[in-house]
């Protein structure tokens, strides 16, 4: 799959219709895109009645567009008092609109101004591959797919229970209304699924009933007389109940995202960690991978990064009080060689320019507005995350929903009746539920020997320098080591990354070598500073041998783990968790179903 995307190519036609150049139609119909927005695809699927009392409720729609359908949904689901608990809206668009393309054509709608305006703003870059974006505290969840549905449909893991099949007409964009299209909807839909569309072309109409679905013909809207509505040939069921309690072990970045995003779905979660009190360094830096080969990695570190500057954006502007900074980071080349090929690579992956683009040696001076000897990438997007206050703001969002057991040691878990149980040296249960995540590091694989799960300990220690006016540096420096500022001021630099090493103690000799990796990328930065007069932090990283985060089920029913960040625990912990939240309430996946298995714990198994 290639990095980007392309974007659509848009006009607007004598009736101010928006016009795609690429495929020759309208994106919607001249008499009105909200109207037949609600009367088509709202009313063709029984809504908003049929998402009444619901947990959840999932749409799918065949063809983003300009996103009418979404704001006519987010729309109906605020003006119903017996709204769901969410709504997954899910999407596909092989060519998404520009930003100020969409900007342009939303601008008109002063009805829904205030969402068109909140989705402009979260709109994501032209990235292929899955983007879930939250609105409305996570009552209205946008999971848009960019790319061909004919690549991404097959990837996605979802119960859906309407369908809005609002593509291009068949003859301008045959693809996504083909036989192979539909009988990907079969697989997703959910007992008594519904759907609706505004064409009635007879291949549609074949390919939909071979599939499985009931179809008949209805009103149409506006000029068109007729449209098409149709059912899921499995009758609905009774939704099933879930028992919404859990135990996380392990309060650190994994644990602490797991408990919030369960907590934010109305989970009872207990915290447990043998720690009397959280320990991290004092900030982190957030950005993507990327190399030659765009391996796996970098595929599932793209999802992650956009997802995390959206999770770390709302816990900041929902008065949560995080302190973070998307101030871009400038990662440098180790030498000639090195820059080279981080050129190869972002010429070749053709990376959109606000996720990376590289940048010669004076472009790299100006932008961290000091010498530095090598060329590299600009992540404008790149970002510092006071851990301190992420932990703070991420259990302040859930409040009660989180109890936290500090001070006490799990020694082993057990299995009683439904129940897992984390029980102390004593053998007395810490914390019981039907629920277990294991997000204690590289500890997870003592308590869970049979899951096999391949994770190792590597010390890691992180230098604090005080702020100098000489020291000023609004950006992040990363390549040997980095840079990061700090929210009261001065520097940290890390970090050491040392195996078979379990001192906890901040050691000046760490400290010298911290420094000494400062100066190859900002020489002159350290100057005057002595290790001796320092303050640090030390901490263990939990590495995984294919370097991919530890997100999912284990093959013991009710077990999870969520563990292996390595070095990166701000980019996987937040898609990480909700990937896990996810799984366990039945909702759509954020992730394809290949990358989802490329972090499950299972992979040990094989």
């Known amino acids: ?306 997802y995390a500057l959206q999770h770390y954006g709302t816990l900041q502007t929902d008065g949560y009080h995080l302190q973070w900074d998307r101030c871009g980071v400038l990662q440098l080349a180790g030498d000639d060689d090195e820059a080279r090929r981080f050129a190869a690579i972002a010429q070749s992956q053709h990376y959109p320019l606000e996720l990376l683009t590289f940048v010669g040696r004076d472009r790299a001076c100006e932008i961290a507005g000091r010498d530095v000897p090598q060329p590299g990438w600009w992540f404008p997007r790149g970002s510092w995350v006071s851990l301190p206050s992420l932990a703070i703001a991420a259990l302040a969002r859930v409040g009660p929903r989180v109890t936290k057991s500090l001070g006490r040691r799990v ?42 799960l391949s994770l190792s300990s590597v010390r890691g220690q992180l230098t604090y320098v005080p702020a100098d006016p000489s020291r000023s540096l609004g950006v992040i420096v990363s390549g040997n080591g980095y840079v990061a500022p700090l929210p009261d001021g001065g520097h940290c630099v890390g970090a050491t990354y040392q195996h078979d090493d379990a001192d906890v103690s901040v050691r000046a000799s760490d400290h010298r070598h911290n420094l000494d990796r400062a100066e190859t990328m900002l020489p002159g930065f350290t100057a005057g500073v002595h290790p001796m007069n320092l303050a640090g932090w030390t901490g263990f990283r939990a590495t995984v041998p294919d370097r991919l985060p530890i997100f999912g089920a284990c093959a013991a029913p009710g077990l999870y783990a969520a563990t292996g960040l390595g070095s990166r625990g701000l980019l996987w912990s937040p898609l990480g968790a909700e990937l896990l939240a996810s799984m366990l309430e039945g909702e759509p996946l954020p992730l394809p179903r290949d990358l989802a298995g490329a972090i499950s714990p299972r992979r040990f198994l094989s």
């Open 411 to 452: 020694e082993r878990i057990e299995r009683e009746g439904a129940a897992w149980r984390a029980l102390d040296a004593s053998g007395r249960v810490i914390a019981e539920a039907p629920v277990m995540i294991l997000a204690n590091a590289a500890d997870a694989k003592r308590l869970a020997p049979d899951a096999r």
């Open 1 to 306: 799959m290639p990095v980007s995307v392309p974007n659509a190519r848009i006009t607007f036609t004598v009736h101010g219709a928006p016009y795609s150049e690429a495929v020759g139609d309208v994106y919607h119909s001249v008499a009105g895109g909200l109207e037949q927005a609600r009367q088509v695809f709202l009313a063709g699927n029984g809504l908003p009645e049929r998402w009444r009392g619901r947990d959840s409720f999932v749409i799918l729609e065949t063809g983003f567009g300009t996103g009418l359908n979404f704001l006519a949904t987010w729309d109906a689901m605020r003006a119903d008092p017996q709204r769901p608990k969410r709504v997954h809206f899910v999407s596909v668009e092989r060519e998404p609109l520009a930003r100020e393309d969409l900007r342009r054509v939303l601008e008109p709608l002063t009805e829904v101004a205030p969402l068109a305006h909140a989705l402009i703003e979260a709109w994501p870059p032209p990235v292929a591959g899955f983007h879930r974006i939250h609105f409305d505290n996570g009552q209205v969840i946008l999971t848009l797919l960019q790319g061909d549905a004919i690549a991404l449909l097959p990837q996605l893991v979802a119960q859906v229970d309407a369908f809005f099949l609002d593509g291009f007409t068949p003859a301008r964009n045959p693809a996504i209304w083909s036989p192979e299209v539909v009988r990907e909807l079969a697989r997703l839909a959910a007992p008594g699924a519904t759907l609706s569309t505004w064409t009635v072309a007879g291949g549609v109409r074949g390919a939909l009933t071979d599939a499985g679905f009931l179809v008949e013909k209805r009103a149409g809207f506006a000029f068109k007389r007729e449209s098409l509505g149709g059912t899921w040939h499995v009758p609905a069921q009774a939704p099933s109940s879930i028992a919404r309690r859990a135990v996380v072990i392990g309060a650190g970045l994994a644990g602490t995202a797991c408990a919030e995003r369960l907590g934010v779905r109305g989970w009872d979660v207990a915290l447990v960690d043998g720690r009397d009190a959280g320990s991290s360094g004092a900030v982190g830096l957030v950005r993507p991978i990327a190399n030659l080969r765009d391996a796996t990695n970098a595929q599932l570190s793209r999802s992650a990064f956009l």
